[in-house]
C-alpha cells in the first residue's frame, strides 16, 4: 500500500515538473518578446500553474466527466428548470437577476402594450 501511495506521488510530481518547465519555456519564449516581460524560473513557473489552478479549476478537468457522471447528474438542476420556463418567465427571471445585482438597464424592454397598462 505504501508503495502505491509512493508510486502515485512521484508520477504526481512528475507531471507537475513537466508542465512547469513548459510553462517556464513558453514564458520565456513569448512573454519578453511580445510584452517586454521578465522571464521566470522553475519555481515561479510552477507558482504560475497553481495560480492557474486556483483560479480556473485547471488541469485536471471537470470531476463529472472524470467520474463517467456517477455523482453530477444534478449539478445542471438551474439549467434544467430555467430550460423548462417559458419565453416571459426566463425574461422576468433574468430581469429581475439583473435589478438584484444592480445594473439599472433594462435588457428585456416590456412592450408598449405592457407599459401602458
Not at 506521488?9 to 517586454?36: D, E, H, K, Q, R
Request: aromatic share 14%.
Amino acid at each position: 500500500m505504501k508503495k502505491h501511495i509512493l508510486i502515485h506521488a512521484l508520477f504526481g510530481l512528475t507531471i507537475a515538473a513537466v508542465f512547469s518547465v513548459a510553462v517556464m519555456l513558453l514564458w520565456n519564449w513569448l512573454m519578453p518578446a511580445i510584452f517586454n516581460l521578465k522571464p521566470v524560473n522553475f519555481w515561479q513557473s510552477l507558482g504560475l500553474l497553481a495560480l492557474s489552478r486556483v483560479l480556473f479549476g485547471g488541469m485536471i478537468g471537470n470531476r463529472c466527466k472524470m467520474h463517467k457522471y456517477r455523482h453530477c447528474h444534478n449539478h445542471n438542476h438551474l439549467r434544467n428548470k430555467f430550460m423548462k420556463m417559458s419565453s416571459e418567465e426566463r425574461k422576468d427571471f433574468l430581469r429581475d437577476k439583473f435589478l438584484k445585482y444592480g445594473f439599472d438597464h433594462d435588457f428585456f424592454p416590456q412592450d408598449e402594450s405592457e407599459k401602458h397598462d
